[in-house]
């Protein structure tokens, strides 16, 4: 147990007495938001994505879901779950839901002799009145052509709306679980890959190997170390995230805290892994940069992963930074609990395991 504190200290000591670690480990990525933010943190893009739900499946209400599709205005997917679709509308993923009820067809194939036009349920965001506005008048001029298809131009078809309060999220709000998630994959797979390289190289581990220290307790405390080093990093980040641009978590702290840790040590082992495969420190860091920049620009940490290509999100699945982001972000924006989480969990704790089997194959004292 001594050994293992001591050990913790001094790597702690270490960490303190370097200032580019100090620097590239607090104050850039901290100067990176902030910049980042006061640029492009109130910023939010409107369009008018909407989900259409058609309960008729009827001719004509294939036609409506039709016009929707074809429109140059409204860009609709379809669906027919109305609790997802309205969950995606309260976290500010969609800009409106529209319902086709059943006996919407038959309404308009009778040309509405009953007197009463079909309705259609049209839900939409109440914090985005702007988009919301301009949706409804999108979607009205498609009902209104709809119903001057039918005899003598009575109207067969209404659009009643409803306003649902999502999130109001501003694009700080989806930077900051990603500059997280950077931190702990840079301190953890570059910082372990350039530090136990350069020790193997300057005899620091053969001197150790022939103590009665374990393997066990030198890396456990290499991993503590780290994950207080990112528990004060985290902390640092989401209180001037806090301060200067009114960021919150609203979710819980402590799923918060357990994929910070899940995190810290799926990168460690990752970073153990190409300490053991650099032959120097030199190769250590462009081998440990080779995996984690591109990882910057495809997992989520930046830019929404749902917008890349098709081809590139299957990709991105399968890599742990954007699982990692993910966590972060519906935990502090959306409030997710950990239950909800428990795919990205079992990902990031899958690809824990599997990367400290290749590193104790891998791992080299000397």
Avoid: C
């Avoid at 914090?127 to 001057?148: C, F, G, M, R």
């Avoid at 997992?299 to 098709?310: Q, T």
Wanted: hydrophobic share 50%; proline share 3%; net charge positive.
């Amino acid at each position: 147990m001594n050994a293992y504190i001591q050990l913790t200290l001094a790597q702690l000591r270490i960490f303190t007495r370097n200032r580019q670690v100090l620097f590239w480990t607090l104050l850039f990525p901290v100067f990176f938001m902030v910049m980042l933010g006061s640029f492009l943190g109130n910023g939010s893009s409107v369009s008018l994505d909407g989900v259409v739900i058609d309960q008729d499946q009827s001719v004509q209400s294939q036609n409506i879901s039709g016009l929707m599709r074809s429109s140059s205005i409204v860009k609709a997917t379809e669906s027919q779950d109305v609790e997802q679709a309205l969950a995606l509308l309260k976290q500010g993923d969609t800009q409106f839901v529209l319902i086709i009820p059943k006996g919407t067809g038959q309404t308009i194939q009778n040309g509405n002799k009953s007197g009463a036009p079909a309705e259609l349920k049209m839900y939409y965001d109440e914090t985005n009145l702007s988009v919301s506005e301009l949706a409804k008048v999108a979607l009205n001029q498609i009902i209104d052509s709809v119903s001057k298809q039918s005899v003598n131009y009575v109207p067969v078809l209404s659009l009643k709306s409803e306003g649902v309060q999502s999130l109001k999220l501003r694009y700080i709000d989806f930077l900051v679980p990603g500059i997280l998630a950077m931190m702990i994959m840079s301190n953890n797979l570059n910082g372990v890959a350039g530090q136990i390289a350069s020790w193997r190289e300057r005899g620091v581990l053969r001197r150790m190997q022939s103590t009665t220290l374990r393997a066990s307790t030198f890396i456990a405390a290499q991993i503590t170390a780290r994950l207080v080093l990112n528990g004060i990093q985290s902390v640092i980040v989401l209180l001037v995230a806090y301060l200067f641009f009114g960021t919150q978590v609203n979710g819980s702290w402590l799923t918060l805290l357990f994929f910070v840790i899940l995190g810290t040590l799926a990168f460690m082992a990752t970073g153990f892994i190409v300490a053991g495969i650099a032959k120097t420190p030199e190769s250590a860091g462009p081998i440990a940069g080779f995996i984690s920049f591109p990882m910057l620009f495809v997992g989520g940490v930046f830019f929404p992963i749902k917008d890349m290509p098709e081809m590139v999100q299957g990709i991105v699945k399968i890599i742990p930074i954007s699982h990692l982001t993910t966590a972060l972000r519906q935990v502090m924006n959306v409030g997710a609990t950990f239950g909800s989480m428990w795919v990205e969990a079992v990902f990031l704790g899958i690809w824990l395991v599997l990367a400290f089997i290749v590193a104790s194959f891998t791992f080299k004292w000397e």
